[in-house]
C-alpha cells in the first residue's frame, strides 16, 4: 500500500477530517467518529485518519461505561474468526471491518490485535502502530505486544519512537540477560539515523509531507486565527502552485484566505477549485456561500460605517442584503433538494426557514431531520425553539428536555439548550424547574445571555 498524505487523498477527505476534528472540539467523540469512519474505510493509505480516529474513540471511551466495553469484547471474539479468514485474502476488507467494530467500542484487544495482522499483510505499518499504541495504552504491561509495537515502529520510520519502547521493555524486564539485543540495537541505529538527520532523497520528501501535514492540522483544529498566520500559509501554498498546480492546494489557499479575510481572493480560489472539478461538491458550494456573502457583508459593514463618504448608501446597503438573502435561499435550497439524504444540508434549511422566520417549514424539515442520530440534538432545540415561539409551553418544554438529557457535557450547545428549557419553564408557570435550569447555566458561565435579569425579574416577581 502507498502512503499517501491527507493532500494526496479526495477532496473530501480533508473536509470530513476538519468537520470531525471541530466535532471533537466540542467533546462530541461519537459524532466524530461515525463521521471519519466511512473516510479511514475507504482511505486506509491516510496514516492521519488512523492517528485522528484512534484519538476520538479515546475520547469516546472515557465516557462509554462498562456494558458497552464487555459487549463489544463479547461480539469481537466472534467477529474476530471472519476477519481472519477474510484477512488472508482481502486485508483491506479486514481491516475495514476492525474499524466499525473499535468505533463501537475502541478497548477490544483481539480486535485490535486483528486490525494489527490485517494492516501488516496490507502493508500499512502505520495502521499497525496505530492498532498496537492503542493496544498497549489501554493494557499496558505486555511484552509482546510492546515488542510488536516497537518493530512496526521502525518499518513506519519511527526509529526514535521505537527505541522508547525497547527502553521501556528494558525497564520493565527483570532479567535484563534476555533482553533481545538485536532488535535493541538496530533500534538504536535507526533512532540515531532519524536523530541525526541522515535521511536519503526519498525521506526528505516524506519529512516535507509530513511538515505540510502538520501545517494544515493546524487549520483543521483552528488554531490560526489570525490574518498574520494567515498570511504564512498563503505565501507558502502561493509559491507551490508557481510550481505545480493543485486542486487541493487552491482549496486550501482559499480556506487560509478566509481567515485573513481576503473573501474576494478566497472566492475565487474556491471557483477555480469548482471549475477543476466539474462537478457539485455540496461542501465545497457552502465554502464558495460563505466567501460571497462574508464579502458582501464586508461591504455592507464599510458602507455603515462610512455612509458619508458613499451616494445613496441606504440603497446600497438594502440591496446588498437583499443580494445576501436571495444567495443564501438560492444556495441552501439547491444543496437539500440536490442531496436529500445529506442530513447536514437538511439542517441548514431548517436553520435558515427558521431565521427567515417559517416556522411551520421548520419544523416540517426539523422533524425529519431528528429522524438521524448526529443532528436529533440541534433538530429537538430548534423544535423547541419554534414552540416557545408558537406559545406552546409544553411542547417546547418536551422537545428541549429531550435534547438536554442527551447532553452530558455542559457546553454551549447544552447551555443553549438549558436556556430555552428555562424559558419554557417560564412560560407553564414552573418557576422553580426555570431557576434549576438556569442555575444550571450560570455555574459554568454566570453572565450568560439575559440570565441575571430573568432571575432578577422573578424574584421581584415573588416578593410582591
Request: a neutral charge.
Amino acid at each position: 500500500m502507498i502512503r499517501k498524505t491527507v493532500s494526496q487523498a479526495p477532496i473530501y477527505v480533508r473536509d470530513t477530517l476538519n468537520r470531525a476534528s471541530r466535532m471533537a472540539n466540542g467533546k462530541d467523540f461519537a459524532s466524530a467518529v461515525d463521521m471519519l469512519l466511512p473516510v479511514i474505510c475507504k482511505n486506509p493509505e491516510v496514516p492521519m485518519l488512523h492517528e485522528k480516529i484512534r484519538e476520538f474513540e479515546f475520547g469516546k471511551l472515557r465516557g462509554q461505561g462498562g456494558g458497552e466495553k464487555s459487549w463489544g469484547v463479547f461480539c469481537g471474539i466472534f467477529k474476530v474468526i471472519l476477519i481472519k479468514i477474510i484477512g488472508a485474502t482481502d486485508p483491506l476488507r479486514a481491516m475495514a471491518m476492525c474499524e466499525k467494530s473499535l468505533a463501537y467500542c475502541l478497548d477490544n484487544p483481539v480486535i485490535l490485535s486483528a486490525l494489527a495482522s490485517a494492516s501488516d499483510a496490507a502493508g500499512a505499518p502505520w495502521g499497525t502502530v496505530s492498532a498496537l499504541g492503542a493496544l498497549c495504552k489501554l493494557h499496558p504491561g505486555n511484552q509482546e505486544n510492546m515488542r510488536k509495537l516497537a518493530e512496526a515502529m521502525q518499518r513506519n520510520g519511527q526509529g526514535i519512537d521505537a527505541l522508547k519502547v525497547h527502553q521501556d521493555i528494558i525497564a520493565n524486564t527483570a532479567d535484563k540477560k534476555n533482553v533481545d539485543k538485536a532488535s535493541l540495537q538496530t533500534a538504536m541505529v535507526l533512532a540515531s539515523i532519524e536523530k541525526g538527520n541522515f535521511n536519503d532523497q526519498k525521506s526528505h520528501k516524506a519529512n516535507a509531507a509530513d511538515a505540510e501535514d502538520a501545517i494544515i492540522q493546524q487549520l483543521l483544529d483552528g488554531t490560526i486565527h489570525d490574518a498574520a498566520q494567515a498570511q504564512l500559509l498563503i505565501d507558502r501554498f502561493s509559491e507551490e502552485l508557481r510550481h505545480k498546480d493543485s486542486v487541493d492546494m487552491r482549496r486550501k489557499m482559499a480556506d487560509a484566505y478566509m481567515i485573513a479575510g481576503k473573501y474576494e481572493d478566497a472566492l475565487r480560489e474556491y471557483k477555480t477549485v469548482a471549475e477543476k472539478l466539474g462537478v457539485l461538491d455540496p461542501l465545497l458550494d457552502k465554502h464558495i456561500e460563505k466567501a460571497y456573502i462574508s464579502n458582501l457583508k464586508q461591504a455592507v459593514d464599510t458602507l455603515k460605517a462610512n455612509p458619508e463618504s458613499y451616494e445613496n448608501p441606504e440603497q446600497q446597503i438594502a440591496d446588498l442584503e437583499k443580494n445576501i438573502y436571495d444567495y443564501r435561499w438560492k444556495h441552501v435550497l439547491m444543496r437539500s433538494q440536490r442531496f436529500p439524504n445529506d442530513m447536514q444540508l437538511q439542517f441548514d434549511l431548517g436553520e435558515l426557514q427558521f431565521e427567515c422566520g417559517m416556522y411551520d417549514e421548520a419544523v416540517a424539515t426539523f422533524t425529519a431531520v431528528a429522524e438521524n442520530p448526529q443532528k436529533r440534538r440541534g433538530s429537538l432545540v430548534y423544535l423547541g425553539r419554534c414552540a416557545l415561539l408558537r406559545n406552546d409551553g409544553e411542547a417546547a418544554a418536551k422537545f428541549l428536555r429531550d435534547a438536554v438529557n442527551d447532553m452530558p457535557r455542559m457546553d454551549k450547545y447544552k447551555r443553549e439548550a438549558l436556556y430555552y428549557l428555562g424559558n419554557a419553564m417560564e412560560l407553564t408557570g414552573k418557576v422553580d424547574d426555570a431557576i434549576e435550569c438556569y442555575h444550571q447555566i450560570q455555574v459554568s458561565m454566570p453572565e450568560y445571555r439575559d440570565i441575571p435579569q430573568r432571575l432578577s425579574a422573578i424574584e421581584s416577581a415573588r416578593a410582591q
